[in-house]
Structure formats: C-alpha cells, structure tokens
C-alpha cells in the first residue's frame, strides 16, 4: 500500500480521558520516533483535568477533536481517522512513551510487508517487562483455558498458546496485535468500517483483527520498535466497572463467533462462565489481574487486568 512520502504529515490518533501529565511525554517522546511531520489528534471522549487543552495549546501540529461524550475507544479512533484515507496512520494511547525512532522502525516494517494492515511495536512495561502484545486470535479452547486457569497458573499451555509467549521475540505475523499502540493501513480500516463502535473498550483490536484477517490482510509485530506503556488508569479508576466492561466485551467477541440458532446453549455457556469469572474478579485482585507473563526469565509483569489493550 501506499506509504505517503516523507513529507507528509503522518496522523496520529490519541484516544483522551482526562490523561494527566502523561500526554506531554506521549507528545515529546513521539517526535523523536520519527522523522516524518506529525498531524496528532486528540480524539477526547470529555477530559476535565485541561491536559489535551495544554498540550495542543503548546503545539502547531497537535489539535483537540470533541468526540461529544465518553463513546468509547474505537468510536472516538474512528472520529479521529474520519477524514484520513489513505497511508498510514498511528494509534496510541496517551500513557505511551516512544522510544527513539520507534514509529519510523514500523514504517519501514510496512514496507517490508505490503499485506499488512496493522504494525505493532514491542511494548513494555515501566518496569521492563515485555508485554504479550502480537497474539493468536482466541479460540473456545484458548480463551476458556487462559479465562479459567490464568490467573492460578500462568504457565498453563493455553494462555502460552494464545498469547506465543514461548517464542523468542521477532519480526512475524500475529492473529491480533494490542491495539495500545499500532501503525494502520488507512486503506484497509476503512474497508472494514474501522473499530466496531459496540466495543466501548477491549477486545475492539481482537475484532477489527480478525475482520481485516478475513480480508487477507496481515498484522505485523516489529519487536525492534519499542514503546514503553504505563496502563491501567482507567482500571484503577473504576476498576468493578472496568472488569464489567472487560468481561461484557469477551463474551461480545466469543458468542459474535456462534450466531446460528443451534449455538445458543454454547452462548449459554460462555454467558455464564464469564459472568461468574466477572463476580469472582469482583472480590479477588488476583483473578481481576489475570496471567502473568511468561515470555522471558526476567519479565515478571503486571497481569491482563492491569495493562489491557485501549484507552484504559
């Protein structure tokens, strides 16, 4: 696909609920990523704490788009993305921080791979650990085991599977990449009607993956790219509503797979495990947290509750 030229603006798209201090170091950290102008765009969903207002204020090339409430993520990413077409565009959340030339690594990435829709960088916690951020789609088998048994035995072999934490870190294809911080084919979103809107927060990247995979396109992890992302701000916030929400999108995504007449006792099913998953989270910190990760010796990170994917 077309990959603009290196001096055209490249669109930038923040999703923002009053994101404090953060947003500074997103916006200062993002222009050492790249050589490329910058077009960013704060899609914000009703901040009061006058951040975005701020920044914007202090920066030609970033702008403040009202999304008129809070609609959600991939609602207000589609706003953002509205009127851009064609290209690449990034979407980031405001906690992250670029490393130096870490936008321009995934633009060359796209290059090396016409089919690809999504580039994802390798995405770390503040305290180093590598997040599981390019996984298999889930399926019934790996999504009930990591649902189920994660957070009581990380290293079970489906979470494994599912999230490929077994592998050695490198350039390949994934089922879905953390949508926290990804370059995306204008082209390609917009074939598929961009984010699904009826995902307020998580699992729309699960989704919008899996529509674009379809397709025959490609999503690509580029670990040589690295972001570091803090998380979990809107977990911590309001975290009873923020499980509500993380389990009422799984069961979203897992029953849209099984829509006949003849999968409703399936649609039963997962309606109640993940009910009953949700309630447990309710009063356990540890099953609300999830599986810890497991890809490296040294990367003892914070758990799925804690560093989800979107505006958290």
Do not use: K
């Amino acid at each position: 696909m077309d990959q603009g030229t290196a001096r055209e603006p490249l669109r930038v798209v923040a999703v923002t609920y009053s994101p404090g201090e953060a947003l500074a170091g997103f916006v200062a950290t993002l222009r050492t990523a790249t050589s490329r102008p910058l077009d960013v765009v704060l899609a914000d969903n009703g901040s009061t704490d006058g951040a975005p207002e701020r920044v914007a204020a202090g920066s030609p090339d970033v702008r403040v788009l009202r999304t008129g409430g809070n609609v959600g993520y991939g609602a207000a990413v589609n706003a953002g993305l509205a009127d851009a077409r064609t290209g690449w565009a990034l979407v980031a959340n405001p906690d992250v921080r670029f490393e130096p030339g870490a936008v321009d690594e995934l633009l060359a990435a796209a290059r090396r791979w016409p089919r690809a829709a999504t580039v994802g960088p390798a995405i770390r916690t503040p305290d180093g650990a590598l997040y599981p951020s390019a996984r298999d789609l889930p399926r019934l088998s790996t999504g009930a085991g990591h649902a189920l048994l994660g957070w009581a035995w990380p290293a079970n072999p489906w979470t494994a599977r599912y999230r490929r934490e077994r592998e050695a870190p490198r350039e390949r294809t994934a089922g879905w990449l953390s949508g926290s911080c990804f370059l995306v084919d204008l082209t390609a979103f917009h074939s598929v009607g961009g984010f699904d809107p009826g995902y307020f927060m998580y699992f729309e990247d699960v989704d919008l993956a899996e529509r674009l995979g379809r397709r025959g396109w490609l999503h690509v992890y580029v670990p040589a790219a690295v972001v570091v992302h803090e998380g979990g701000h809107a977990t911590r916030r309001d975290p009873h509503r923020m499980q509500r929400v993380h389990h009422t999108s799984a069961l979203r995504y897992l029953a849209g797979r099984y829509p006949h007449r003849r999968h409703a006792p399936l649609r039963g099913a997962l309606r109640a495990g993940l009910g009953g998953r949700m309630l447990v989270s309710y009063v356990s910190g540890r099953v609300a947290a999830g599986a810890r990760f497991q890809r490296q010796a040294d990367s003892v990170g914070r758990g799925d509750g804690e560093v989800p994917c979107g505006t958290r």
